[in-house]
Structures are given as structure tokens and as C-alpha cells.
């Protein structure tokens, strides 16, 4: 069932502006406040996946600090948690959250999504309750790999130890639909490490979702005819009630007609909003 999904990731009593940071391919993010206010505004939207995949992989540790080496082993276990916001622009929106068992063997440090074609997006991390703790870093490889780092002695960041959870990191994208791909977590010592310990772990692949390629909103304006037909369905008694990449494929659809042809008005309007809501519903059927 979708929802709508603002208020609860935002600290009511904060006026804060912190917008949002630029990561292009090959950048990385450094120490990045919390994005909240101004910012979190173009973030509103409907939630239109929430899942939670459990973890559970081996790690290890090894103790240089005797006369010889001594390497124990044990579970890395948890959750993580990933939302699909379809915006209010009509784009999709992408978070994750990482919580660590209090029985597990390690804490985590790496939070890895892969699939994605290199692009530049808005990065940022939401609050979720006071206790979360916040990315040290998050980096974009040339192949557009992604990387959310914890810790690496980047205050007040640290690893996601036992009994801990990660506040919601997200990606602000233009993709007007998504697709499923995958994650991987990492544990690791901060960088830097302990001369007399290592440790380290990685997990098999984990079912996520990203933004889609090759399929982009040319206007992010709430008034673009993208985010016309996300609020009508979103209005609409029946097609509220699509899949949520049913509705992706119905506003891609409507973002490619106007990119290309001007389908429902010239580029910053007026536009017919008549036409985007017929449009919408001719829509549904080739979507299924």
C-alpha cells in the first residue's frame, strides 16, 4: 500500500536549511550534514516500495597482539531497508537504512549498490529517530558503483555497531522509473585500522532497487506534465492503486511524449492538463 512520506523523516521543531550535495562519477561526499527543510521539500512524495532484506554473513578477526596470530570468526547480522518515493516532480527517489543485530560478530561499515550507470545525482541522509547514525562519506566509482562509507573517523559518523541502525541515506534522482538491482554490505575497520587487529566481511548480493536508465524527467517542475500525472494518479481511486512501476512506466511514458514532442504544451507551459490525464489512462494497459 502506498503512503504519503514527509513528516516522519523530518525534525518538526528544526528550521535548518541543508540541501542536499552533487555527486557526480569518480566524486566523493565528505562529513555531510543532515538534509532537512528547504531541501527536504523536494523530496515530498509517496512511497511506492518498502522492503526489508536480513542479512547474515561470516566475518573474522584476527589479534596480532600475542606471539602468533590468532583469527576467530563469527555471524554478521541485520536488516536493511530500502524506499522508492515516487516525488512530487514526478521523479523516483531512492533510500536506504542499515540496522545491525545486537548479537552480530562485527558492526558494519559499507553500504555498496551496483547496477547503476554512471550519473550525477543529489546524495543526501534523512534522520530516522535520534539515535541513527549518520554516513561518514559516499562515493560514486567511474562505473557508478555506490559507496556509503561509516565511520573513517569522520565525527559524528561511526561504524554501525551491534544493536545500532543507520539514519536513511538517499539518492534524489530525475529517473522517472526504477528497476530492481542489488546491494552488498561490507564490515571493515575504520580507515586507518588498529595496528594489532583486522577484520573484515562482505555479504552475497541483496535485492534493491535503483533509478532506471536511459529514462529522465527533462523538467523537474511540480507544474511539468511528469508530475501532472503522478498527482492525478495519486488522486484517482483506481489508478492510485498501480504497482508502483506500472505508475514509473505511466510517467515515463508522459515525460518521453513531452520531451520529444511537445505532446502536451511548449517546455515551461501552460499544459493541458485534459490531455495528460487522457493520456495517463491510454497508458495503463501497455504498462501492465
Known sequence: MTKSWFVSLVLAASCTTTLAEVLSPGGIVVGQEE??????????????????????????????SGTAPITVSGQVVGTVRTRVVLADDGTYDFYWQVSVDPNSFLPVALLQIGGLLP????????????????????????????????????????????????????????????????????????????TQTEWGGMSSAL????????VSNASRSKGAPAAIAGRFMRGDAILQNLPGPVRGCIIGQIAEQQSRYGAYGPHGGPYDSAAIQAATRSFVAGCQ
Open 119 to 194: 550519473t550525477t545525482y543529489d546524495v543526501g541522509w534523512r534522520r530516522n529517530g535520534k539515535d541513527g547514525i549518520p554516513p561518514a562519506t559516499v562515493t560514486q566509482k567511474d562505473n557508478g558503483d555506490l559507496i556509503w562509507a561509516f565511520g573513517q573517523y569522520v565525527p559524528p559518523s561511526s561504524l554501525i555497531y551491534p544493536g545500532a541502525e543507520s539514519h536513511f541515506v538517499f539518492l534524489d534522482t530525475d529517473a522517472t522509473a526504477f528497476k530492481p538491482t542489488q546491494l552488498t554490505l561490507v564490515s571493515e575497520e575504520d580507515s586507518g585500522g588498529h
Open 35 to 64: 538534509t532537512r527543510a528547504g531541501a527536504a521539500r523536494a523530496l515530498r512524495g509517496t512511497v511506492v516500495e518498502d522492503t526489508t532484506a536480513a542479512f547474515r554473513y561470516t566475518g573474522f578477526l584476527t589479534d596480532y
Open 207 to 214: 535485492d534493491t532497487f535503483g533509478p532506471a536508465p536511459g
